[in-house]
Every structure is written in structure tokens, then in C-alpha cells.
């Protein structure tokens, strides 16, 4: 979405970005204040709907709330001569689409699909409360996706995925065209210079394996983790061909408000104090600059990219383009991104 917001402006198009909240010290470079180049275009509506209730669940309803808010705010124009835009671009939820068509008949929709919302639903209980109003939103979503003129998705593995989920597409004969994300290179040539400047001593003297991901369930960072404890077990100390194993980075975003990255924080530090060998070859770092990101991705001996059945997954595109092997799980997006064997290992 920033990609597209960027080349927008860039064209001369007049471009706002509305969102229901934008943290400054967790946001993206172009987001950020007073530096960003895209925070002039950025509008933040909406921050006092909650996330949940008061920590009792209901985030799927809050951030339907959230959307639909956003929605009807961007339906009243502040004043007479504001004209209305000729594209409205939505991605996340279609929950809105319906009442966008009828707010503003003369915007086109753009609706691009991450993946399906109620696959991402972590909780998964089975109580009655819970079903019920989840097999609403669910219903919605199938619902309001067809309202969009036009539906892009971000990978074939999620276009697959979208078509299964949502049997109603299918009947329509729905074209789901794939967009895949573009690679920012300006962010990760802007950095280059900054890099070893004073002098050609590599950051880090042994080039040690990185993740870079958020710090999510969904991104399975454990299995990194158990693959090199697994090695580790399985050698003997007279072995000639011992595997000597490299440091290991586990760097990516990370809220302290969020309860998910606090809770997977802990999970991730509870199994390295379980296994003494990894207390010496593990290290954690939390909401990383660009700058360091960049330096990660160059001076890794490869980057380790865990999540199963990932729906596009940009960081083995950053890690090839700076000419750094990949180790990456072999489903989902990065089977699209990638040749086996060539540029990374699946």
C-alpha cells in the first residue's frame, strides 16, 4: 500500500492514506513524523476505538468498527469542494465496500487481498459467543469482497487460498489478478553508504544466521531455533564433520502494547534458557532501525525465513537482493519468489 501511495504522489496524483492509528515508534520510515515522505498524506482517524474489549477479546469486531469508521468519515468530505476520490484502494478487510458503493458511486474499489481474514484468526474456541459473531464477520467478509470492482491479490498461493475460502467467488467468475508487493531497493540502496564508511571490517566477524520477523506465532521463529537445537543433538563430539554452528539474530518488530509480540518474546527466550547451547549463540533484537535491518540482511550467511504457508513474505526478496542466501519453508509465497537451489533453498 505505501509502494503504491509513493508511486502515486510520484505521478503528480493527489493521494491520502487514512488509518485508525499510526504509532510513531512502530510505524514505516515513510510514516514517520516531520521525516517520512509520506506522513504530509497521512490522516489518522478514529484512535479511540479500542483494539479489544478491555483486554477480554472482540479484536475481529473492534477492527471491523475501526474500518467501517474509517469509511464513513472518508464518505463526508470536510468541506463542499473537496472532490471525491476517483480510486479508493482497501486492503485487510471488504466489510465497507458495500456501503462505499453507496456513500460514493462515482469512486472506483480497489480491494487488495492479503489473505482471507478468518484464516488469520488465532483464537480459536469453540464457545457459542465466539462462533456466533465470528461466523458473522465471516459471512460479511464473503459477502462485501464482490462489491469491489476490482479484487487483486498478493500471491497465486493466496489467490488459491481466497477461491477456496470464499465458494461464492468462484460462482460469480470472479478474475482475482495477482499483484505482488514490489521491492523498496531505494531504502535498501539508500543505506549502502552507511554501512562499513570508515572502513572495510565486516559488522560482525562471523557471519551469523538471521531472522527477520515479527514477533508472531504465525512466523514461526521457533523452528529455527529447533533446527539448530536438532543439530546440535544429533552430533558427536569426535565427529570430524561436526557442523560448527553460527551466531543466530532474531531481530524484527515488536510492541510492547501488543500482547502477542510480548507473549512470543518470552516463548522464544523460555526454549534458548531450556537449551544452554543456544544461550550462547542466540541473540534477541527488538523493533530494529532501517539502518540495522539493512546491515542484517548483508552481512548474514544467509537468512532463515520460517513461516508455513506464508501469503507473500518480502524479506527473501530483500535478502536476494542483497545477495544473500536464503533458507526459506517450502510453502506458500516464497515458492513463487524463488528458484530452488539457484537463489535460496526451500
Not at 485508525?20 to 512502530?26: F, G, I, K, L, T
Not at 475501526?66 to 471525491?84: A, F, G, N
Not at 548483508?298 to 520460517?306: G, M, P, R, S
Request: hydrophobic share 35%; with cysteine.
Amino acid at each position: 500500500m505505501l509502494q503504491l501511495a509513493h508511486a502515486s504522489v510520484e505521478l503528480g496524483h493527489s493521494v491520502q492514506l487514512i488509518t485508525s492509528r499510526c504509532d510513531a515508534n512502530h510505524c514505516f520510515a515513510p510514516l514517520k513524523p516531520t521525516t517520512g515522505t509520506l506522513y504530509p498524506y497521512l490522516k489518522v482517524w478514529g484512535e479511540w476505538i479500542p483494539q479489544d474489549f478491555l483486554g477480554m477479546g472482540g479484536r475481529a469486531i473492534c477492527s471491523t468498527l475501526r474500518v467501517l469508521y474509517l469509511s464513513y468519515r472518508l464518505s463526508r468530505p470536510q468541506s463542499k469542494h473537496e472532490p471525491e476520490p476517483d480510486i479508493i484502494v482497501m486492503d485487510v478487510l471488504p466489510t465497507p465496500l458495500a456501503l462505499l458503493q453507496w456513500w460514493m458511486p462515482n469512486s472506483s474499489l480497489l480491494f487488495y487481498c492479503h489473505f482471507p481474514d478468518q484464516l488469520l484468526t488465532q483464537n480459536k474456541s469453540k464457545t457459542t459467543k465466539k462462533s456466533f459473531y465470528r461466523s458473522v464477520l465471516d459471512f460479511l467478509e464473503e459477502r462485501t469482497m464482490p462489491f469491489a470492482d476490482s479484487i487483486v491479490v498478493n500471491s497465486k498461493f493466496t489467490q488459491q487460498t481466497v477461491l477456496r475460502t470464499f465458494p461464492s467467488l468462484q460462482k460469480l467468475n470472479l478474475h482475482l489478478p495477482v499483484l505482488y508487493p514490489a521491492l523498496d531497493t531505494t531504502a535498501l540502496d539508500s543505506n549502502k553508504s552507511n554501512i562499513n564508511s570508515d572502513d572495510k571490517t565486516p559488522k560482525y566477524p562471523i557471519k551469523p544466521l538471521v531472522s527477520l520477523n515479527r514477533y508472531e506465532r504465525k512466523k514461526n521463529v521457533l523452528l529455527l531455533l529447533q533446527a539448530v537445537q536438532w543439530i546440535i543433538d544429533n552430533q558427536q563430539d569426535d565427529d570430524h564433520d561436526k557442523v560448527k554452528i553460527p551466531p543466530i539474530i532474531i531481530a524484527g518488530g515488536y510492541d510492547v502494547h501488543n500482547v502477542e509480540n510480548v507473549e512470543y518474546r518470552g516463548e522464544l527466550q523460555q526454549y534458548v534458557n531450556q537449551h544452554k547451547q543456544l544461550e550462547k549463540l542466540v541473540q534477541f533484537q527488538q523493533s530494529i532501525s532501517d539502518e540495522q535491518r539493512t546491515l542484517l540482511l548483508k552481512e548474514a550467511l544467509a537468512v532463515v525465513y520460517t513461516p508455513t504457508n506464508e501469503h507473500f513474505g518480502i524479506v527473501p526478496l530483500e535478502a536476494m537482493y542483497c545477495k544473500t542466501p536464503v533458507v526459506a519453508v517450502n510453502t506458500g509465497g516464497p515458492t513463487e519468489t524463488v528458484l530452488d537451489g539457484q537463489t535460496k533453498f526451500l
